[in-house]
């Protein structure tokens, strides 16, 4: 059946985790996928070439049964792009409306969008945001927090600390701020209406670095309200994650051809803090948890279940994995006998380890590796924001597994864990200090040595336990970083 299916695939831009996961994923599933060569998606700061993403859709992705489509690519050029470009109002509606255009030249195409509402980091860093983000980001970030947080509760605190906040950024800045939310939640609006109107069989809206207050806040819930007024709730959802949401879209698309909804129970570590907001979130985390099963095709169910998902969520405040220290880890005998009993069972299970915000917890997995029949997990992560993790290792348990599926998994703990939670910090600690003008977010000079030192030194920590746990053959043949900086990496990996 689904042998024959064939997916055009628009990714948000050409990282490993937005466009290598996808194609890996979609092979799990048997599907034949067509997507632009990598050169016109651009890199960073740099637009993909639209124009020429464009023509593509009409012609190399005209015959697929399914068109899966970062908006930010189509519109803006890529994710950065839309964050820091100066494209008019008028020109970003009339590529938002290519969309329509593409469901009449081709009716018989799926057509499923996936599109983020503009963020607003605290973080006083312009790596990918206009440059003024550098001096003014955090009072930026007060500003929208205690905006939305007096419009919410009428706390005169919030008041002032807005107005003071206010007050100490640039006029011209703020309206800047102000005229792109603006412009991107006009564009998000219109493509609701596409949705109601049918042009867009899904249109999934996601949300990344944001709070539980904020101008972010304020513009999902206008999208929401667009949502039910335009009655496109059956094709449009708002939800948190960004970086994959193309591969929720392509577990929802292969569950949709075959016509199952399947019941998804959670199971917590911490069951008594699953309410809890995560860091870069707004809402708490069994909201989002739920949100994921749906907007990947699955139903959240307490019994009968066709999938367990184990998350492995935080006991107090989520803090960050590169500050992260040993705990003792029978605390988590509980949670270790659930898994036990779920492997010795036999339904599929998948693991969300989102104890800690970019990258792994490294007790826990320790402890993972060791527990008799782990390698029978149908997905494993724990990279980056807890959407992030929670929406790849849901689609990866909902699609086929297998010995690919298998590799891939192999693959997550390799970045998760052996990068994320450790070869990252031992890079920026004794490698880019050798290198005078290399920096975690500009390599420079330390490009190679780094990549060289990350390939050994996963080779050396990592590799064995993950190969005594799935007894393969694991070999780290490449390591690249495709934006030049420490942040993300690209791990080839070869498993036999």
């Known amino acids: 059946m689904s042998a024959a299916v064939r997916i055009a695939f628009l990714p948000l831009d050409a990282r490993p985790v937005t466009r290598g996961a996808f194609l890996a994923l979609a092979d799990l599933a048997g599907w034949d996928v067509a997507t632009p060569p990598a050169a016109l998606l651009g890199a960073r700061r740099q637009s993909g070439d639209v124009d020429a993403l464009w023509r593509w859709v009409d012609t190399e992705g005209a015959d697929a049964d399914v068109l899966i489509a970062s908006a930010e690519v189509m519109i803006y050029g890529g994710l950065v792009p839309s964050r820091i470009g100066h494209e008019p109002l008028d020109r970003c509606l009339a590529l938002a409306g290519r969309f329509g255009e593409a469901r009449r030249r081709a009716p018989h195409r799926r057509l499923l969008l996936a599109a983020s509402n503009l963020r607003l980091p605290a973080a006083p860093d312009a790596a990918e945001e206009p440059e003024y983000w550098a001096e003014f980001g955090p009072r930026i970030f007060a500003y929208s927090y205690h905006f939305d947080r007096y419009e919410q509760t009428g706390d005169p605190s919030s008041q002032a600390q807005a107005a003071a906040a206010q007050a100490a ?37 996601g949300q990344d670095d944001a709070a539980e207050f904020g101008l972010t806040r304020r513009d999902l ?7 039910a007024e335009r009655g496109a709730g059956g094709r449009a959802w708002v939800t948190y994650g960004t ?23 959670v199971t917590y570590a911490y069951p008594e803090n699953r309410d809890a907001i995560p860091r870069y979130e707004g809402q708490a985390l069994d909201r989002t948890v739920t949100s994921h099963i749906a907007t990947a095709g699955g139903r959240r169910v307490a019994r009968g279940e066709e999938l367990i998902l184990f998350v492995h969520n935080f006991p107090g405040a989520q803090a960050e994995a590169p500050h992260q220290q040993p705990y003792e880890p029978r605390g988590l005998d509980h949670f270790f ?30 402890r993972l590796l060791d527990l008799p029949g782990a390698s029978r997990m149908a997905a494993y992560g724990g990279w980056n924001t807890a959407s992030n993790t929670l929406g790849m290792a849901l689609a990866q348990s909902l699609l086929p597994s297998g010995p690919a599926g298998q590799a891939f998994t192999i693959g997550r703990f390799l970045d998760d864990w052996g990068y994320q939670a450790g070869v990252r910090q031992q890079l920026a600690a004794e490698i880019l200090p050798r290198y005078p003008g290399a920096a975690p977010e500009r390599l420079g000079p330390a490009l190679g040595p780094c990549a060289e030192a990350a390939r050994a030194w996963l080779e050396r920590d990592y590799v064995p336990p993950l190969a005594r746990c799935f007894g393969r053959r694991i070999q780290v043949t490449r390591v690249a970083f495709p934006w030049e900086r420490l942040f993300e990496a690209g791990i080839e990996v070869e498993v036999t």
């Open 169 to 205: 950024v640039p006029p011209p800045v703020m309206a800047d701020v102000l005229a792109r939310r603006a412009r991107n939640l006009t564009v998000l609006l219109a493509l609701v209406d596409q949705a109601a109107r049918g042009d867009l069989d899904g249109l999934l809206v």
């Open 221 to 227: 819930r206008t999208v929401e309200g667009a949502i």
């Open 243 to 265: 970086d994959e949401l193309a591969v929720r879209l392509l577990a929802r698309a292969w569950l949709e051809r075959s016509a199952r909804t399947p019941g998804v129970r």
């Open 337 to 366: 006998e659930a898994l036990q009993a779920a492997v010795e069972a036999g339904p599929p299970l998948g693991i969300a380890d989102v104890r800690y915000s970019n990258g792994a917890d490294r007790t826990f997995v320790r």
